[in-house]
């Protein structure tokens, strides 16, 4: 339930409801529910001025379970916003790996490119998430980029 809140961005909700939880159960630290919990703490904790704090929390469950395909997304999305393209690119590249999360992480390295630029990259990751789960929004994307790549090559860039 608290996933589904996070994922439409009730934050508040979701604050309320893992405080629930957490009041009602005693989770046992290594159990995958309460990664699951750590995930969403850590989600809430990145929407406000506290986001080192929340990288703190995804990077303790990343020591944990290396490959927690969410985390490291979530991980690569905060180092794209920061800037740090090398990390996002490390993070998504690793996501990438795990078949739960491979489509998503695909999509997040394409767009990432797209963002510095680099259509021919882009497309090659979009085109392996489009393998991987169709989409009709992706393949509208896929056709912009390669439209913006296309345009690129044309004006020289």
């Not at 989770?27 to 001025?49: F, K, S």
């Not at 997304?73 to 996501?95: I, T, V």
């Amino acid at each position: 339930a608290a996933t589904a809140l996070a994922s439409q961005q009730h934050w508040s909700h979701t604050r309320q409801f893992l405080a629930a939880v957490r009041e009602h159960h005693k989770i046992l630290a290594r159990t995958p529910e309460n990664r699951v919990v750590q995930r969403l703490e850590a989600m809430l904790v990145m929407t406000t001025d506290e986001k080192s704090k929340g990288v703190t929390i995804l990077e303790a469950i990343l020591k944990e379970e290396p490959m927690d395909g969410e985390v490291l997304l979530l991980l690569g999305d905060h180092h794209w916003q920061s800037k740090a393209y090398e990390e996002a690119e490390l993070c998504f590249e690793r996501a990438q790996r795990i078949a739960d999360t491979e489509a998503r992480a695909c999509v997040a390295r394409g767009r990432l490119h797209v963002s510095l630029l680099e259509y021919e990259q882009a497309i090659k990751h979009l085109e392996r998430a489009q393998t991987l789960t169709p989409s009709a929004t992706l393949a509208d994307y896929l056709q912009e980029v390669r439209g913006a790549a296309a345009a690129a090559v044309a004006a020289g860039l």
